[in-house]
């Protein structure tokens, strides 16, 4: 008897940021490997990544982000994993499950491993319900449903565009709490997966995400960090932003919740304060901007929101600080090139949903 | 050695809706005894409820309601377990938590006896974050905090006025839902504590719910349900709209989750449908018009939040059905009386936090 096709299986590619061999996906083989990977190697390009034997794989250093983006690469962060995001244009598949490189699979109270794609896949799936809290969580797992006084008007949801986990063990901390909480791990397993209401901006990770590319891939960009830039750590909160007042405004829906992933290693909360001070300083404005953002009607496709999102960003941001010009025109830039490498209609000829 | 007291043993009351003896209480016995009960007994007031020996407790049957409201009584329901509110009303202390009496105390996945009222104390004790959704739920838990990115200027929280606790076994469903499922039992222990974002409407059960009078108690009025009313099972409902705006407009917090009752048996489905089939019309045009609601700056206590609002309910909800003409002078009336019971300063006064 033959195995069953893995969901999604010519739909999805896994995008990973690394600079180093990629032993982690060892531990993910029963997993990841049917699917296709696109790994995003950062910093030095003449260093090998190796890649464990019998994974399907493309592989792309800087070299080959500049030789395929031309002045266009200056969008791409260098020596941060928000290069990642090259990977999110050159895919040509409908989903993406993004992961960090230490990452390893978590065993849910049972003991059991748990499949984190799987998981994200029936997320994406499944509808979203923004438009009204369901006290018993996800409303079309197994068990659960719509509880009383939940308008039936609204039963059906909308479509899914971000499936966002979780992390066991090493939480996903601020280098300030990261100090003060040294030996914190998060031991909680929530059984509960829940979309996040409408108008409701959330801190989004990038260490263990999954998208759907045709609904919401243009504003999955996640910034300009690391090399040269004044401000690493908010690659992955950026695009949260971006993708939620975009979703918001398009009738999209963002889960969070399961599944969990074990994350390995705490990175250096020196270096991350470094790396996050401005950061702390600038969300105190960043976030309202975004709460009180509002995208105009004629802004109907994920480009055109994300093109005025820019502008907005350029009008509003710069006053904080001279990186949110240079930022709204790498968001423009993002935009001229995911249009280029993916022209209209391509990855809907490659759904075969 | 004394036992330790318990947590808000002279600052909280616990109200009991009931038609019958209450020897669900005996389960309940290690958690409730020490505190005060007050009992709202529903239908022929000539009957004698039986309650356990060793609790300290007030009862309050229809003709005391009426000798104490006198003509106010009207806004009081009768032959429904809304009439439960009196109780908020008459109580002098600072908090309620208001059961049901088919509701068993539920085990968490150990095994262990859930305390609920201990849980809910907890939550009504430590702050809410309805402005940013926090992706580790409860922040203020232990093993847990703010994620990366965050803001940090919203991490005090805001005071947390109402804790909403949740169900195992029979799960809160309406009428369709109970016919379409009859032996679907909730069994999943969701380990979480998070609140409702800002703007977000949530069915409110009135369960196993607990809030804090001074901060959102003239809002907690059940409405008229049950004999001579054409709608049923919408009580809490209202309660949590009402509730729901008018904390989003002071800037107070309802959080959701733990802890857990046992809910031990389903209420006849098509008894439910002839309460709730008008409800389940008009929730429909209900839900955008609290959507929509606008509270004025004036309104700065939830009394004078709950007059604005009545008299929007008649001027916007009244088209529906002259149900809502006579909803909202109950709601000026339960006010009227709320203020009647509370001279400014009473429950303060009591306050021995």
Not at 41 to 54: A, L, Y
Not at 59 to 81: E, M, Q, W
Not at 122 to 135: D, E, M, Q, R
Not at 234 to 260: E, Q
Request: glycine residues 6%.
């Amino acid at each position: 008897m033959a195995a069953p096709t893995p969901p999604l299986k010519d739909e999805l590619d896994i995008v990973i940021p690394t600079i180093r061999n990629l032993d982690f996906l060892e531990m993910w083989r029963p997993f990841f490997q049917p699917y296709h990977l696109i790994i995003v190697q950062d910093g030095d390009p003449s260093k090998t990544i190796k890649v464990p034997e019998g994974f399907d794989y493309e592989l792309y250093n800087r070299n080959d982000i500049n030789r395929i983006l031309g002045p266009k690469a200056s969008c791409i962060s260098f020596k941060d994993s928000a290069c990642r995001c090259f990977g999110y244009m050159v895919s040509k598949k409908k989903y993406i499950y993004t992961i960090d490189d230490d990452c390893f699979v978590a065993n849910n109270p049972s003991g059991e491993k748990i499949n984190a794609l799987e998981q994200h896949i029936k997320n994406i799936l499944c509808p979203s319900t923004p438009y009204f809290f369901n006290t018993l969580y996800e409303p079309y797992r197994e068990g659960a449903d719509f509880v009383r006084g939940y308008p039936f008007s609204l039963r059906e949801g909308v479509p899914t565009a971000v499936s966002h986990g979780l992390w066991l063990n090493i939480p996903d901390y601020d280098a300030p709490t990261q100090l003060v909480k040294p030996l914190e791990r998060n031991t909680r397993y929530v059984d509960a997966i829940l979309t996040i209401p409408k108008g409701t901006l959330f801190p989004m990770c990038g260490m263990n995400l999954a998208f759907d590319r045709d609904l919401i891939g243009p504003a999955m960009y996640f910034g300009l960090m690391g090399d040269g830039q004044p401000i690493g750590r908010y690659d992955d909160m950026w695009a949260g932003w971006c993708c939620k007042v975009i979703c918001d405004h398009l009738g999209l829906g963002i889960k969070t919740g399961l599944p969990y992933i074990y994350h390995s290693k705490a990175s250096n909360p020196f270096v991350n304060l470094r790396k996050e001070y401005k950061g702390i300083f600038w969300q105190e404005d960043i976030i309202p901007f975004f709460q009180n953002l509002v995208l105009p009607k004629e802004a109907t496709t994920v480009q055109k929101c994300y093109i005025v999102l820019a502008k907005q960003v350029k009008e509003k941001l710069s006053k904080i600080d001279p990186y949110f010009d240079k930022l709204a025109d790498a968001m423009v830039t993002w935009i001229e090139a995911w249009d280029e490498l993916n022209p209209a209609g391509a990855s809907q000829a490659n759904g075969k949903a």
